[in-house]
């Protein structure tokens, strides 16, 4: 499984020490990649796709606002490229690179 945590939240509670202990209290979102087969771009693409659609749930601020703003985005651009980081996947770092072409 891998966890998504809205990188601004968790950026502003480790520099700031009030809010150090509350990194656990960010939104996060849990995607299961069990079974998927990393060889398959269709299959990894499915998994991106995911990625990026539970990066922009757990970034969206539109409690305050109603309008997708540049933070938002920061956010789950933030948190998209930590999550190929983590699965740290060769097909699944060139799609996120732009390397493999759209289907």
Sequence with gaps: MLRLICAATALLAASTPAFAADVSAAPTRVIS?????FRDAAAVRQVYSQIKTAASSVCDNYAAISRVTQA???CANKAV???VHTLDRPLLTAIHQGRVPAV
């Design 33 to 37: 990649v069990a079974g998927v087969d």
């Design 72 to 74: 938002d985005v920061a």
């Design 81 to 83: 490229s930590a999550a």
